[in-house]
């Protein structure tokens, strides 16, 4: 096993773990914080895709942003045991197997695409994610798509204030 | 297939791993003699003589307080979590020390033949690592807030991260603008571009962004008069009102080593970071390994002298009022950086670049 294997696994199972805490944490806090653990990982895949501008933006938007807010809203609402429901065993079971139904279907559907064939992911070498050729991309291939992703940012920025804005 | 286990360069990494315990060791022992330097300068500033009784001129003290803080008592409160109690400081140093990575602290040594980078890692995406571990500093003070199991520790937590949140956008802001220059994000990339013969700090091309920087720095560190998550006197401590012992030394600790990273920051981005002044690197090559060592010196005095700026600032000027402090953040720093992130892009189109 080369180095890459290892980390590979390593991150792989760190992020599995880490996922699979995120569900059965009883404390919602440990579940965000698991969560960002689970971002943490994706982010070291990105690395040895030599993905550096994604996973540093996943960390710093993600991790560093979103997160935050989701810890902000759960401390100040103050959760209480009581108000989380139980459910029935059978119910959980069936939520696993369908939940599970619709992996595999994904699965198998990336994995037999046309665009996935005879593909594999680059890894340590290629130098598409470095922030210089990924902007050049953005701004020509790709302008039209990233322009309407920012109104669509904009917008929700002026539904935000306008929300706030009521009282 | 060959079955050596790991194809790594050896060498490099225990290169690599020497040159971290150096870079963390020096980082914790500058900001260890800046609690020093804080409370001689603050002397100074009160006209009174400062600690001047362990060792002489008082210079063994911060060991005297770091032996003081290891020896109390710890204290974990009845219903903290505990283990996120613990993690709260730990996690507040670690990305405290974190950011040194990606710092040029120097130029090449050469050293049993082999040329050695003073810096650990020249990533190409250099800056946003250091914004993306500073954000990861506020769950430090959140998670330790919240696991204390005390409302004012709970607020303050609350005041501290939506604080570091705000700043970090007018300072990402402040920093397109010097980007857009420069044209690269790593780190040592825009050292060299500062020592190019013809081409001046760039503090001389962007004062503006540089002020907005320190604002917000002044601001991420959690110094005055930024320093509300910590208000001692009128709101009831901080987020680490909890702590005691060691665990309380790691909270305070950060706060002096986050100022000397940040301090090493702009004296990189804006001061030439390892470039001396009126010296021309190029043409005394010859000196070797006495030339990068010359550099090494050259930024740790700047770093010394924005530290004592840190100091200047907290020992002169009283405490924001909170909604000062985000009016301040929010609707003149990201302002201000919008208008010079827009001046700077038309000049740079004006001159084609």
């Given at each position: 096993m080369s180095a890459?294997?290892?980390?590979?696994?390593?991150?792989?199972?760190?992020?599995?773990?880490?996922?699979i805490?995120?569900?059965?944490?009883?404390?919602?806090?440990?579940?965000?914080?698991?969560?960002?653990?689970?971002?943490?990982?994706?982010?070291?895949?990105y690395i040895l895709m030599n993905a550096q501008f994604l996973a540093i933006v996943n960390l710093i938007v993600y991790a560093g942003a979103i997160m935050v807010l989701f810890l902000f809203v759960i401390m100040l609402m103050n959760l209480d045991k009581t108000s989380d429901p139980q459910k029935n065993w059978w119910m959980k079971l069936a939520g696993v197997i369908s939940g599970g139904c619709l992996l595999m279907e994904m699965a198998t559907l990336v994995r037999q695409a046309a665009e996935m064939k005879e593909k594999t992911v680059m890894m340590k070498e290629g130098s598409i994610g470095l922030i210089g050729n990924l902007g050049k991309l953005l701004f020509s291939d790709y302008v039209v798509p990233f322009e309407i992703s920012s109104?669509?940012?904009?917008?929700?920025?002026?539904?935000a204030v306008v929300i706030g804005k009521k009282n | 297939m060959e079955m050596h286990l790991l194809a790594i360069d050896w060498m490099l990494f225990a290169e690599k791993l020497v040159l971290i315990a150096i870079i963390i060791f020096a980082s914790l022992g500058i900001a260890l003699y800046t609690t020093f330097a804080e409370r001689k300068v603050a002397a100074i500033l009160q006209d009174r003589p400062g600690p001047n009784r362990a060792g002489p001129f008082g210079l063994l003290q911060p060991f005297a307080d770091g032996l003081k803080l290891i020896m109390k008592e710890e204290i974990i409160p009845?219903?903290?979590?505990?283990?996120?109690?613990?993690?709260?400081?730990?996690?507040?140093?670690?990305?405290?020390?974190?950011t040194c990575a990606v710092i040029p602290w120097g130029d090449k040594v050469v050293l049993f033949g082999r040329n050695i980078a003073l810096q650990i890692a020249d990533v190409n995406i250099g800056i946003l690592y250091v914004f993306a571990v500073v954000s990861l500093g506020v769950y430090g003070i959140?998670?330790?807030?919240?696991?204390?199991?005390?409302?004012?520790?709970?607020m303050a937590a609350l005041r501290g991260a939506s604080q570091a949140i705000s700043y970090e956008l007018a300072m990402g802001l402040s920093l397109i603008a010097l980007l857009m220059l420069t044209g690269t994000l790593q780190l040592g990339e825009i050292v060299k571009q500062q020592m190019q013969a013809g081409h001046y700090w760039n503090i001389v091309y962007q004062p503006l962004?540089?002020?907005?920087?320190?604002?917000?720095?002044?601001?991420?560190?959690?110094?005055?008069?930024?320093?509300?998550?910590?208000?001692?006197?009128?709101?009831?401590?901080?987020?680490?009102q909890e702590?005691?012992?060691?665990?309380?030394?790691?909270?305070?600790?950060s706060e002096y080593v986050n100022m000397f990273i940040s301090s090493v920051i702009m004296a990189t981005l804006f001061f030439g970071g390892y470039d001396v002044p009126f010296f021309d690197e190029a043409a005394h090559a010859n000196w070797g390994n006495w030339l990068a060592l010359i550099g090494v010196a050259s930024i740790m005095i700047k770093a010394v002298i924005f530290i004592f700026i840190f100091m200047w600032v907290r020992w002169t000027i009283p405490r924001f009022r909170y909604d000062q402090l985000m009016n301040l953040g929010w609707k003149k720093l990201v302002p201000l950086a919008l208008i010079n992130m827009l001046i700077t892009g038309a000049v740079i189109l004006y001159f084609n670049k």
């Open positions: 890459i294997q290892i980390l590979f696994w390593f991150l792989s199972g760190l992020a599995l773990v880490s996922a805490m995120v569900l059965i944490s009883k404390n919602p806090v440990h579940s965000v914080l698991w969560l960002v653990m689970v971002f943490f990982a994706i982010s070291g895949h109104v669509l940012f904009l917008s929700a920025m002026v539904g | 009845n219903h903290a979590n505990k283990w996120l109690f613990i993690l709260g400081p730990g996690l507040a140093m670690t990305a405290a020390l974190m959140m998670i330790g807030g919240w696991a204390s199991n005390n409302k004012f520790s709970l962004g540089f002020l907005i920087f320190i604002i917000c720095a002044f601001a991420e560190c959690n110094r005055t008069p930024f320093d509300l998550p910590e208000s001692e006197n009128e709101l009831n401590m901080g987020f680490h702590y005691s012992s060691m665990k309380l030394g790691f909270y305070l600790f």
